[in-house]
């Protein structure tokens, strides 16, 4: 078991970090395409607590720059609420975050900037129409608003919301939401992307077409980091990997490692989290609709 937390400081004078190499738009690529600099994500002793109930359990984990890693764990595992400490939504118990070589919680506005973020339960401005709302969120981001235009105009047609531009946010479907945040958490163009879950609720064409945005993205040198339990899509989609399940990493690194000799990603998760020969109903005699009762 990890150490008893110990409690977070109050917040220190922002401090440029020592270390950085990060660059606007992206981290620095050295010249065999290997990206050097900080990792895009580190995390120390991460620990919340919900009453008597531990969500997260002192996390260590480093997560490089450049890839595309998946954040994996049976439901209630502590992957929400691990990205919401990770992404300044949620104040930890204890423990330290830093991205891109900047502290989460000492120097937000330096990580809000190099972030892009599709939240679980993503809330929007509902009374906006999606094109309204892009156009409101990068003047935010502080993006010129001809810029703003373009880029809004380009990421609703790539993501085949061109013509739904005009409806209410309110008035979107599930897999439509998802787009919007999507393109929302990419308009200002930002080093490392977080995603709950962003293939839930979504159909195969629209998953096909964030997939597609998602891998030029990346292509580029970009992070994204995805919590999902969808095993097919995070081997298919990820090169790194990291298992969560009650609140602690059970393993992470490269995907071929953590999924070791298993014959899927998915073999290897659930001898991971311990979940291989539990069986499925049992104990469920009664049910078999299709029996005579
Ligand atoms: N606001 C909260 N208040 C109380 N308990 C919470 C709260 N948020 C999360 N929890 C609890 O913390 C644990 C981890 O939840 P979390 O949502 O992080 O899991 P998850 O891995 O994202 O699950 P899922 O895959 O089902 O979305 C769960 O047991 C959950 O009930």
Not at 149 to 159: E, F, P, S
Not at 252 to 265: F, I, K, M, W
Request: glycine content about 14%.
């Amino acid at each position: 078991m990890a150490n008893e937390p110990e409690h977070i400081e109050g917040r220190a004078e922002t401090a440029p970090p020592q270390h950085t190499t990060l660059t606007p738009g992206g981290p620095v690529t050295a010249a065999g395409g290997e990206v050097t600099g900080p990792p895009a994500v580190r995390i120390q002793g991460l620990w919340k607590k919900f009453g008597e109930q531990t969500a997260v359990h002192g996390i260590d984990l480093t997560l490089p720059a450049g890839r595309f890693i998946g954040l994996v764990g049976p439901n209630g595992a502590g992957k929400t609420t691990t990205l919401s400490m990770v992404t300044g939504l949620l104040r930890p118990d204890a423990g330290k975050v830093e991205i891109g070589g900047y502290d989460v919680w000492q120097d937000p506005v330096s990580v809000k900037s190099r972030i892009g973020v599709l939240p679980e339960g993503l809330r929007l401005f509902e009374r906006l129409s999606g094109r309204e709302l892009l156009g409101y969120i990068g003047r935010l981001r502080g993006l010129p608003g001809e810029e703003v235009d373009k880029r809004a105009g380009q990421l609703l047609d790539v993501l085949g919301l061109s013509g739904a531009q005009h409806k209410l946010v309110v008035d979107y479907s599930t897999g439509m939401r998802k787009k919007i945040g999507l393109a929302s958490a990419l308009l200002h163009n930002p080093e490392i992307l977080f995603l709950d879950e962003p293939f839930e609720g979504v159909d195969p064409v629209s998953a096909q077409t964030i997939r597609g945005v998602l891998e030029r993205y990346t292509a580029s040198g970009a992070t994204v980091i995805f919590s999902s339990h969808v095993m097919e899509l995070v081997e298919s989609l990820c090169d790194w990997v990291a298992v969560l399940a009650a609140g602690r990493i059970r393993a992470d690194g490269p995907l071929a490692e953590v999924r070791g000799a298993a014959p899927s990603l998915q073999d290897a998760f659930l001898e991971l989290v311990g979940a291989q020969g539990r069986g499925a109903g049992a104990d469920l005699d009664w049910l078999g609709g299709g029996r005579a009762r």
